[in-house]
């Protein structure tokens, strides 16, 4: 019987302790597509969602996944918001992938990296104006120095994700 308590209590500790990891108050969206093997320059990762409210600021983040086969410091990414009314805007971005010795930023231990890239709401807040759907459409721009054409297959990037987060009153 001492075995049996002692592991409903292990028990009940492991999940106590990924519910409070695993919630996240900010978030109103959060997804990611797996990148199998190699990113296409030609393969859009899409994310559709609804847009919270019309009063509220947030914030947009484009997340990436990616192991030491990045073999890049930066990073382009070209990054199309649809609106519900039919309006797109597209940016091309640039976000910085290593520091000048050569290491990978991101968070994790091992030679996985996470990347949490601002999108909207970095400069001034972002509210979404429209109600309804709205969807993001992102694809890589990444070239080699002196190269016209794009970078056929983008190697290291594991997952592409996408976030939307409430901003906190203060």
Known sequence: ????RRAKGLFLIVISGFLCFSCDSNAVFDSYKSVPNQWHKD?????????PD?????????????TDDYKFNN?????ELNYPNGKAVTDTLEYKMA?????????GFTDHKENKLWFRGYKEPFVFNEEGD????IQHA??????V????????ITDIGFRVEQVQNK
Request: no cysteine; aromatic share 12%; proline share 3%.
């Open 1 to 4: 019987m001492p075995k049996l």
């Open 43 to 51: 393969s859009i990762a899409s994310f559709k969602f609804e847009a």
């Open 54 to 66: 019309t009063i509220n600021n947030y914030n947009l983040y484009v997340n990436l996944r990616n």
């Open 75 to 79: 990073l382009f990414l070209i990054v």
């Open 99 to 107: 520091a000048p010795s050569g290491e990978l930023l991101g968070t």
């Open 134 to 137: 709205y969807t993001i459409n």
């Open 142 to 147: 990444m070239r080699k120095n002196g190269d």
């Open 149 to 156: 054409n794009g970078l056929e297959y983008l190697e290291g």
